[in-house]
């Protein structure tokens, strides 16, 4: 690849090493001299200026040693770039075009190693254009586009912010705007690089532990929205722009970000982000708005019972956003019809129709349409019914408590499957006869039960099924203001090791707490009002 070489240069013998065989001719005073061949080392350059101090280089010779990107150098030897750069800055046969040419190359080569070679090559440039202030075109005298993303990407923000320079030196600059329009690569490029830092913060930033502000994101929005780049931005920038949308109680803008479907659905089913009922069915109208013609089963069984409480007379939100999510919801439900999702035998058309027939009874308080999706589907598929007559038997039991009606525990009990009963489905009856006032009936169904049933905890949430009935039957004691059988029902689970762990335990203790703090009431029918509050929450999907 190189040799050594023996070459006669003004008089002198100097040896180089060569890695090819391009020569440059020298002039000095005008006069053709002997070749000059490129050195592999900034050093090896600046030894034979030392030792030539007439010579001079054409501006092929510098560009091709910055250029050549074998030869390098780290941060120990900047001492020697910079007596490079004094060497063609002070050649007075160099143009100002070249000269800019030159240090924008030094910006693009080494701002890696250290930012201040960035900083000085900067400034000299800036003289240029302070030097030449009538030149027909000073754009060649500034900073170049790859050295302004070079300066933004190594910028440590101590001085100036990476969001100052870009709005200084590009954004409000037409004729770099111009070059950009024409420089795809470089648009997609600069832009991530922006988002990356308005998101992340600058290196000086990050020490001090950043965390975007409204500020930055309504950038980020501004930014999107000018230069239409969100489909460059990879995976984890989206979900981390998301994210932040999130924090900051920003979802709105997620819309006008144009964040993609894939994103959305990714955000709504990961349990690791905390949304509230209103931002998960926020961000799902959004995704549902770029993806109506299919929504996945897994999102389907997260966002139907949410939809549904939401919309139903006993919520508490404004009517506006209670009509807007009623539409979200019957367009959901059309699209659940149109594409038979919930029609079939396999898993996900089954948990569908328990999850729809739940969401429209429980969730929605519509016990009458959810009896008729019910029969409708009693009628037309031949799967899971067992099923479907637990879950319709649950419905009957929240309204039995909600409407204090003892003939539907009646009708739950006859929507029984024969002699089959899930733990919800026991829980259930448990908490309703307490709520109708006869606790005894709950301690009878508990006991009924209790030996067969499970003590040994769930590894996700860390509560036995032994341990869910004795919460509930509990609770149904509490709600009947009988605190000392509560208390003994207690003590008989943790001597007969029925609940085990701190988890379990705990539960229970926060049942005791509930009952004390609904009490500062002073009025017993306000206290049973919360505690009975409490008790229907028991039905509500996703509680445990």
């Not at 981390?240 to 894939?262: F, N, Y």
């Not at 699209?335 to 089954?350: E, F, P, R």
């Not at 926060?510 to 509050?533: S, W």
Request: hydrophobic share 40%; aromatic share 10%; net charge neutral.
């Amino acid at each position: 690849m190189f040799a050594l070489l023996r070459r006669n240069l003004f008089g002198k013998s100097i040896i180089y090493k060569i890695y090819h065989r391009s020569k440059y001719t020298l002039n000095e005073n005008g006069a053709t001299v002997n070749k000059f061949q490129l050195p592999t080392s900034y050093e090896d350059f600046i030894k034979y200026v030392r030792s030539n101090p007439g010579a001079f280089f054409p501006y092929s010779v510098y560009s091709n040693i910055l250029n050549n990107h074998l030869i390098n150098l780290d941060k120990k030897k900047l001492n020697v770039l910079r007596e490079f750069i004094e060497v063609f800055k002070n050649d007075k046969r160099l143009s100002s075009v070249e000269l800019a040419d030159l240090h924008n190359l030094v910006i693009t080569r080494f701002t890696n190693i250290d930012y201040s070679v960035a900083t000085m090559a900067s400034l000299e440039l800036k003289k240029l254009v302070k030097d030449h202030e009538n030149h027909t075109n000073l754009r060649l005298m500034k900073p170049t586009l790859r050295s302004l993303i070079e300066i933004i990407k190594y910028n440590p923000g101590r001085v100036s912010s990476s969001w100052e320079i870009f709005s200084k030196e590009i954004d409000k600059d037409d004729q770099i705007l111009s070059e950009l329009a024409n420089k795809n690569k470089l648009q997609n490029e600069l832009v991530t690089l922006i988002i990356e830092k308005l998101l992340y913060g600058d290196f000086c930033e990050k020490e001090d532990k950043f965390k975007i502000d409204a500020k930055n994101l309504s950038r980020i929005e501004y930014l999107i929205h000018k230069y239409n780049r969100t489909q460059v931005l990879s995976e984890n920038l989206q979900l981390d722009l998301v994210k932040a949308c999130i924090d900051l109680k920003s979802i709105p803008i997620i819309k006008s970000m144009k964040i993609s479907s894939s994103i959305l659905g990714k955000i709504l089913l990961d349990d690791t982000v905390t949304l509230s009922d209103d931002e998960f069915i926020s961000i799902f109208s959004i995704y549902f708005q770029l993806e109506k013609s299919f929504v996945n089963y897994e999102l389907l069984f997260k966002v139907l019972p949410k939809l549904a409480a939401a919309s139903s007379e006993a919520s508490t939100r404004k009517s506006i956003q209670k009509e807007k999510t009623q539409i979200i919801f019957n367009e959901v439900q059309e699209m659940i019809k149109k594409l038979k999702l919930d029609s079939g035998t396999s898993y996900d058309s089954a948990t569908l129709r328990q999850i729809y027939i739940h969401s429209l009874g429980i969730e929605n308080n519509n016990l009458k349409k959810s009896l008729e999706i019910f029969h409708h589907y009693q009628a037309t598929q031949n799967s899971n019914l067992s099923q479907l007559h637990l879950t319709i038997s649950l419905v009957f039991c929240y309204h039995s408590c909600l409407k204090k009606d003892i003939h539907l525990i009646k009708a739950a009990e006859a929507l029984l499957p024969g002699d089959i009963m899930s733990i919800k489905n026991i829980q259930a009856f448990i908490l309703t006869y307490a709520f109708n006032c006869q606790p005894e009936k709950s301690l009878e169904i508990y006991n009924s039960y209790i030996k067969d049933i499970s003590t040994e905890n769930n590894e996700q949430y860390q509560v036995s099924p032994a341990a869910l009935l004795t919460e509930s039957l509990i609770l149904g004691y509490l709600y009947n203001l009988d605190r000392e059988f509560a208390y003994l029902v207690n003590d008989g689970a943790l001597t007969n090791k029925i609940v085990e762990g701190p988890t379990a335990i705990n539960r229970i203790k926060k049942l005791f707490k509930l009952y004390g703090d609904a009490f500062e009431e002073e009025d017993p029918e306000k206290a049973k009002e919360i505690i009975g509050l409490a008790l229907l929450k028991n039905f509500k999907i996703g509680e445990h």
